[in-house]
């Protein structure tokens, strides 16, 4: 007789590319027995049901989550509350529910208030991209990445213990963080790095016509494709994050507008020692922050 | 007996990264014999020779070139200027003047005004890198990439033809571009990306050692990374290189101000409509820039 899956059971709520690149590689690893999604578009169920990462879609996130063991939120941030209400009466009782949002107090805080105690840890595995739509999803988008890991108000240990085996049975490491260091972590290391590629990328907007009568002497350099990379991100999706980290990302912006409007006057008006000064204080950040 | 090499003697003025980097390659390919340089450093140029880069210094410019058939000007933008003045008496008649400077327009000008006509030819090698000093020289940059290639006024075939065959010779593809077109392009895909990049980066200071105390449980996300790769770059170099190309940059740094601007007053008021628009007309920039 074959022994158990890990989880006998999965529900996936919302159902796009970082929940679905997550259970495609959970049941690649065998740690998932059945998987049940539910999602608003009945488009990406079926996308999931082909892909084989669902095996069936329940109508309302109550009946995906009812005899479920393990429930994996990824839904659209700003939805949570509401799914996590929805949610709550049909648990199981020994259900674990884990998130996969950039942002960690506010879900963190919403799971305390809304579901019975101890269940929710907060996840969040570094493993996004400029991707979107459970079509896209990759199982392989894992291995090797660090997953943070924030427990809810008196966590369960075998919540805990699911969380964690769940995102290290797909390749990651998991990493315990306070869910307010996370989120002043994430502000600083992703969420206005993202801010400054759309600022950039929108920039452009103005000599579009003029770029686009250039392609045929000049391809995108390397500097543009990287700097740029994460503006092809989903707009709803970042409009989200920015929102439920606007108390940490907030005044990084307002450190960002400050830097642009000090090279700006700086070039106006020809002053190289004060350009010099903001560009190398910017570099003696850069090489602080990156090692290499 | 054996066949003259294509350039039989090169001068060398200004021994850096790049400047060192095309002559090492060049020597690679077998395409030049005698190699001189000169440079105000004592240090770089002991480093070229150690390398094997340049043969030997000369005490000034003049002495460099002179009996050379290929002059290569690789000294920062703001010295270029006074280095083809002290040049210009010392030239063979019928010796190529390239550079290899990230702006186009002010150099093919000056180079007009001073050197004999037609000598003269602008290039831009799409082989810059967060790198600088003889000592990081690389001959493998140029494999595969664009050199722009701009001639000064009724620039003879001799020297273009000479132009094309040392890039050509180090694995460039040439490709021949208007100066001032060029410049437009580059502040463009390249020259606001490092404002961005070098503001981002910058921006980070105020939360420097918070994040120092992280480094144990989160390395760098591949996002800040990248965003913020370009930042490493010399702040000497692009000082120069944003006040040579003011023009064509500061409206698109009055650009990248306005956008950053727009999320940070979207995000302080809540509102989620302004805030996925300009997202979202950021992505579909980036979409247009970089077809993936």
Redesign the interface.
Known sequence: MQSQPRFPRLALLGVGYIGGSAVQAARRAGIVGESVGYDPSSEACAAAKRLGIIDRASATPAEAVAGASFVLLAAPV?SMEELLRAVAPALAPDATVVDVGSVKSAIVAAADACLPAGRFIGCHP?AGAEFSGVEAANPDIFAGR?C?VCPGRDAHASALAAARDFWRGIGCQT?A?DAD?HD??M????H?????????????????P???A?TS?????T??????????????V???I??AN?TH?????????????E??AA??A?D?EA??R??????A??????K?
Not at 192 to 208: I, N, R, T, Y
Not at 278 to 283: D, G, N
Request: include cysteine.
């Open positions: 700003r570094m660090v943070f990493a963080i260091v002043r972590l502000a600083a290391q992703s206005l790095p993202h801010v400054a590629a759309f600022a950039l990328a929108g920039a452009l907007a103005s000599v579009m003029f770029l686009d250039t002497v000049a391809s995108p350099t500097s543009l494709r990287d700097t740029t990379r994460i503006a092809a991100s989903g707009p709803a970042w409009r989200d920015l929102l606007a990302v907030l005044p990084l912006i307002q450190e960002l507008e400050a830097r642009v409007a090279i700006k070039v106006e020809g190289g350009l010099e903001v560009l190398a204080e910017a570099r950040c850069r090489r602080r922050l990156v290499e």
